[in-house]
């Protein structure tokens, strides 16, 4: 099993702007494609952000783009997601997950941390 743990959450108000951080304890991160996803209180799950294995491509629901930026950093063997102007609509728990090429789906899934943007 691949362990993920997220840090970075929290309050802030519209407008502004949090850095989540991800890695895999005992894990190579770059190994695998990443992605953050996100879950609002009686919303399904969605995909918020993905990165390649290398960084070379990225990929951002409509929503976020040109606000949110997914990158990796293989020195401290860790993935962000940078999000600036932040809205009480991105509001959500928000999940690092991974998956090992050439799979499709992500199968590994961090617990959550909880980002509230408040107006």
């Known amino acids: 099993q691949v362990q993920l743990v997220e840090s970075g959450g929290g309050l802030v108000q519209r407008g502004g702007s949090l850095r989540l951080s991800c890695a895999a304890p005992?894990?190579?991160?770059?190994?695998?494609?990443m992605g953050w996803f996100r879950q609002a209180p009686g919303k399904d799950r969605e995909f918020v952000a993905g990165?390649?294995?290398?960084?070379?491509?990225?990929s951002y629901t409509d929503s976020v783009k040109g606000r949110f930026t997914i990158s990796r950093d293989d020195a401290k063997n860790t993935v962000y997601l940078q999000m600036n102007s932040l809205a009480p609509e991105d509001t959500a728990v928000y999940y690092c997950?991974?998956?090992?090429?050439?799979?499709?789906?992500?199968?590994?899934w961090g617990t959550g941390t909880q980002v509230t943007v408040s107006s």
């Open positions: 990165i390649s294995r290398t960084g070379a491509s990225t």
């Open positions: 005992g894990r190579t991160v770059s190994d695998y494609a």
């Open positions: 997950a991974a998956r090992f090429p050439p799979a499709a789906t992500y199968a590994y």
